[in-house]
């Protein structure tokens, strides 16, 4: 989906494993006027960290929108040719269907939430719970990249612990806190937590950007495996690459979220 801004924070919701992050968990509030002293250095690296804050949501609206944006690279039939393939290859116990605003009302009224910005066309996702994966009526070669997460969940015990890591990563900056915390330094100088707050962040978010990348890359391979090598998947790939690129930005941001936390905390 494209909002970063919505307020549902699914993002870290272990259920569920959408085409784009589904939430500002991991952009962070921040205090204003703080009345002790603070070093100027330290506002300044604040206010940029801040300003930066405030681009990568940008960059990853604009991402989104590039993605919803774009051509579908096939008609619905073909993809969901693909889709059954898919199932059917890996054996999987998983519901696929394209949702529009008619169709959603047969789903339970817990999912519909869910399913809400999937039949406005805004996001697709898989959820191991429900044994489901959706993608948009409008847009249903999302549902390829979801199948990707189901074969991920489906193979083995280290796909599925990349997956699930994504549950803790809004605990992240917190913990770098406590941590901080107990690894004080005497002279008050940084410790190692506290200088690389940001890569460990974002050292946190990479399970999750190799997961969502290989999720893509099998709906990608299924797609020619399927409809052969005539097919043009140049559209597909370019989405794709788009809604990886959220991610991508999505743990940027827990790394600036890591060190943002950090700062306030020094406040
Ligand atoms: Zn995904």
Not at 238 to 250: D, E, Q
Request: glycine content about 8%; proline content about 4%.
């Amino acid at each position: 989906m494209t909002g970063l801004g919505s307020v549902n924070s699914n993002y870290s919701n272990s259920q569920y494993y959408y085409l784009m992050p589904n939430n500002n968990t991991i952009s962070h509030t921040y205090k204003e006027n703080a009345e002790e002293q603070i070093p100027e250095k330290t506002i300044l690296t604040a206010g940029l960290l801040q300003a930066f804050a405030i681009f990568l949501h940008k960059a990853s609206k604009w991402c989104g929108n590039k993605l919803m944006g774009g051509k579908e690279f096939t008609n619905a039939d073909n993809i969901n040719k693909v889709a059954q393939d898919m199932v059917n290859k890996n054996k999987l116990n998983v519901n696929v269907d394209f949702i529009d605003s008619n169709n959603i009302r047969k789903y339970p009224q817990a999912l519909q939430a869910e399913l809400g910005p999937v039949a406005r066309g805004e996001n697709a996702f898989y959820t191991d719970r429900f044994k489901l994966a959706v993608a948009p009526k409008s847009k249903p070669s999302l549902i390829l990249h979801e199948l990707g997460h189901a074969i991920n969940a489906h193979k083995g015990k280290f796909l599925k612990a990349l997956q699930k890591s994504r549950i803790y990563v809004s605990a992240v900056p917190t913990a770098l806190l406590i941590l901080n915390g107990m690894f004080k330094q005497k002279d008050n100088n940084p410790n190692f937590v506290e200088r690389n707050a940001g890569i460990i962040g974002f050292a946190a978010f990479l399970p999750t950007i190799a997961e969502e990348g290989l999720a893509s890359i099998r709906g990608i391979k299924a797609a020619r495996e399927t409809l052969g090598k005539s097919i043009n998947l140049a559209p597909l790939k370019r989405n794709y690459f788009f809604a990886w690129l959220t991610y991508l930005i999505a743990g940027i941001g827990l790394g600036v979220a890591a060190k943002q936390s950090l700062i306030e905390n020094k406040r």
